[in-house]
C-alpha cells in the first residue's frame, strides 16, 4: 500500500516535497516512481528510482529541477520540487513495481498510490 503526501499550494519558482510511504515488508526491493496528471490530460512520467537508489531516472520536463530519492529504512520515497513552475500543476501518484529494471511506463508498476494535488500559481 502506497500512501502520498506533501502536495499543496505554492508561488512559482516555490519548493515542494512529496513523500510516499509504503508498507509491506517488500518494500526495499521494488522500484519507485512518480507520475502526474493534469486536469483532461494522460499520466504523464515525471521520475523513478531503483530498488538500492542508485539509479535515477527523469522525464525531460523536470530534469535539472526535481529530485528523487528514498529512505529503505523509513520505507520512504520523496520527490523533491524546485523551481515549480505553473505547468507543473497536477495530481502527483506515486507508484511501485516489482520489476528490478527502472522505468518510465505506467502500464509496467504494479501498485499505486492515491495522489496528492500540487498546484503551482503564477
Known amino acids: 500500500q502506497l500512501q502520498a503526501s506533501g502536495g499543496g499550494l505554492v508561488q512559482a519558482g516555490g519548493s515542494l516535497r512529496l513523500s510516499c510511504a509504503a508498507s509491506?515488508?517488500?518494500?526495499?526491493?521494488?522500484?519507485f516512481g512518480w507520475f502526474r496528471q493534469a486536469p483532461g490530460k494522460e499520466r504523464d512520467f515525471v521520475a523513478a528510482i531503483s530498488w538500492s537508489g542508485t539509479s535515477t531516472y527523469y522525464g525531460d520536463s523536470v530534469k535539472g529541477r526535481f529530485t528523487i530519492s528514498r529512505d529503505n529504512t523509513k520505507n520512504t520515497v520523496y520527490l523533491q520540487m524546485n523551481s515549480l513552475k505553473p505547468e507543473d500543476t497536477a495530481v502527483y501518484f506515486c507508484?511501485?513495481?516489482?520489476?528490478?529494471?527502472?522505468?518510465?511506463?505506467?502500464?509496467?508498476?504494479?501498485?499505486w498510490g492515491q495522489g496528492t494535488q500540487v498546484t503551482v500559481s503564477s
Open positions: 507508484a511501485a513495481a516489482k520489476s528490478v529494471r527502472i522505468t518510465s511506463l505506467a502500464k509496467e508498476y504494479d501498485y
Open positions: 509491506g515488508h517488500t518494500s526495499s526491493s521494488l522500484t
